[in-house]
């Protein structure tokens, strides 16, 4: 029944102030409902990722003495553990890689025609999430952790905004650099017309000592796209003794990003590098005028960036 019709219907019966809290009641209620749609084939725009392509570049990121210690013993030959093989990523860490196509749909309640929860599909890794819309809690602390974690959604005006506890340690880069498994993520999904965009915000009291935020990631709405299949299996890659755990002991780890004496392309010194809140701000750049800067520039980089 639309408004006017509602006017005409029950003006007879009831005095003016109690139909203009009918009218403001659905009103109230059209624009709850009037949410925008997330739905559909997604497909990611290009973008730079974090870092200044150095490994073990943790510059911008208000990460802790604790995850800086845990980033100096990762080795890349991580990766070829054969467990690690097909290591899934995080739902929100996979939003930040290159095979980011993405598919959202709905689960919707058939006599309220709410709407019960989101899910999402993105290419890398199959990553796959849940939201729940429909007022849930979150489980006990000590509940299982997933790649995904356990999500809850709430609109905030036309922002979906989602809060994840009850993740795995997992990257934040790939370079050893991880959030723990204490870790809060909200993300906030917009769609702007035809593009959507999400901001994420990572709460973690282990290993950063402020939120890291991530806002370059976006999308563009195509119904002809089409999602490719992501096979992996796991196998030997590089050969590893039985129980090897790859790694480097303090101060011994070879990664370019922890070379005191290389630069980046951009001559940038090595104090940033190492990472903390106090680099997350433009201010920053007026200190890291004052260190020294390597002569010696990372290996491979081209001879216009020297």
Same mark, same amino acid.
Request: aromatic share 10%; charged share 20%.
């Given at each position: 029944?639309?408004?006017?019709? &509602?006017?005409?219907?029950?003006?007879?019966?009831?005095?003016?102030?109690? @139909?203009?809290?009918?009218?403001?009641? &659905? $009103?109230?209620?059209?624009?709850?409902?009037?949410?925008?749609?997330?739905?559909?084939?997604?497909?990611?725009?290009?973008?730079?990722?974090?870092?200044?392509?150095?490994?073990?570049?943790?510059?911008? &990121?208000?990460?802790?003495?604790?995850?800086?210690?845990?980033? /100096?013993?990762?080795?890349?030959?991580?990766?070829? =553990?054969?467990?690690?093989?097909?290591?899934?990523?995080?739902?929100?860490?996979? $939003?930040?890689? =290159?095979?980011?196509?993405?598919?959202?749909?709905?689960?919707?309640?058939?006599?309220?025609? %709410?709407?019960?929860?989101?899910?999402?599909? =993105?290419?890398?890794?199959?990553?796959? !999430? !849940?939201?729940?819309?429909?007022?849930?809690?979150?489980?006990?602390?000590?509940?299982?952790?997933?790649?995904?974690?356990?999500?809850?959604?709430?609109?905030?005006? /036309?922002?979906?905004?989602?809060?994840?506890?009850?993740?795995?340690?997992?990257?934040?880069?790939?370079?050893? $650099?991880?959030?723990? /498994?204490?870790?809060? =993520?909200?993300?906030?999904?917009?769609?702007?017309?035809?593009?959507?965009?999400?901001?994420?915000?990572?709460? /973690?009291?282990?290993?950063?000592?402020?939120?890291?935020?991530?806002?370059?990631?976006?999308?563009?709405?195509?119904?002809?796209?089409?999602?490719?299949?992501?096979?992996?299996?796991?196998?030997?890659?590089?050969? &590893?003794?039985?129980?090897?755990?790859?790694?480097? @002991?303090?101060? %011994?780890?070879?990664?370019?990003? $922890?070379?005191?004496?290389?630069?980046? %392309?951009?001559?940038?010194?090595?104090?940033?590098?190492?990472?903390?809140?106090?680099?997350?701000?433009?201010?920053?750049?007026?200190?890291?005028?004052?260190? %020294?800067?390597?002569?010696?520039?990372?290996?491979?980089?081209?001879?216009?960036?020297?």
């Amino acid at each position: 029944m639309g408004i006017s019709s &509602l006017r005409a219907f029950v003006s007879p019966w009831l005095g003016r102030g109690a @139909l203009i809290a009918i009218m403001l009641v &659905l $009103l109230a209620a059209n624009h709850a409902a009037a949410q925008a749609d997330l739905t559909g084939l997604w497909r990611p725009l290009a973008r730079n990722e974090d870092g200044s392509g150095m490994i073990g570049d943790a510059a911008g &990121l208000p990460i802790t003495s604790a995850a800086r210690w845990r980033a /100096d013993s990762w080795s890349p030959e991580d990766f070829d =553990v054969t467990e690690w093989a097909c290591r899934p990523h995080a739902w929100h860490y996979s $939003l930040e890689t =290159v095979l980011t196509q993405m598919r959202i749909w709905t689960d919707i309640d058939r006599e309220t025609q %709410r709407i019960v929860a989101y899910h999402g599909h =993105v290419n890398q890794e199959e990553q796959e !999430t !849940t939201i729940w819309m429909d007022g849930r809690p979150h489980p006990p602390a000590n509940a299982l952790h997933t790649w995904s974690g356990f999500s809850t959604g709430a609109w905030d005006g /036309d922002d979906l905004v989602v809060t994840t506890t009850h993740l795995k340690e997992t990257y934040i880069r790939r370079s050893g $650099l991880m959030h723990s /498994d204490q870790a809060t =993520v909200r993300t906030r999904w917009r769609r702007m017309g035809d593009y959507l965009q999400a901001t994420v915000i990572i709460y /973690d009291p282990v290993n950063f000592a402020e939120p890291y935020i991530r806002s370059s990631m976006m999308w563009l709405n195509d119904p002809s796209m089409v999602m490719s299949p992501y096979p992996c299996e796991e196998a030997t890659e590089t050969a &590893l003794a039985r129980g090897t755990v790859p790694h480097f @002991l303090p101060g %011994r780890s070879p990664l370019p990003g $922890l070379n005191p004496n290389l630069t980046d %392309r951009f001559g940038t010194p090595f104090e940033p590098r190492l990472g903390g809140p106090e680099t997350l701000y433009p201010e920053y750049i007026a200190k890291m005028k004052t260190f %020294r800067r390597p002569t010696q520039r990372m290996p491979g980089a081209t001879e216009s960036e020297r």
